[in-house]
């Protein structure tokens, strides 16, 4: 599975992006899928995340500014980030997970970066 992630870029404080994550095959094949980003020198963390019944989890960070959402029918995950700060400055990655039996499959997009700096 591929997993192509966009609409990252450059952003003043208080504005707003969305990022898409389009997977190779169907979204419905996935269990979960979220976003992660990784700050330089810091660890990869997990942003937000949503199940194939359409649980939603998210950071402490930025619960309250960030929605995650599906389209099922575009077969795209999106990311709506608002009232972004400077910490949020990082790589994001798509992240889909399918379990088949009893094996699990991991599988990451390329990664996009956003920049939120005056």
């Known amino acids: 599975v591929q997993l192509q992630a966009s609409g990252g870029g450059l952003v003043q404080p208080g504005g707003s992006l969305r990022l898409s994550c389009a997977p190779s095959e169907s979204i419905f094949s996935m269990n979960a899928m979220g976003w992660y980003r990784q700050a330089p020198g810091k660890q990869r963390e997990l942003v937000a995340g949503i199940t194939s019944g359409g649980s939603t989890n998210y950071a402490d960070s930025v619960k309250g500014r960030f929605t995650i959402s599906r389209d099922n029918a575009k077969n795209t995950l999106y990311l709506h980030m608002n009232s972004l700060k400077p910490e949020d400055t990082a790589v994001y990655y798509c992240?889909?997970?399918?379990?088949?039996?009893?094996?699990?499959?991991?599988?990451w997009g390329q990664g996009t970066q956003v920049t939120v700096s005056s």
């Open positions: 992240n889909a997970v399918r379990r088949v039996v009893n094996v699990v499959s991991d599988y």
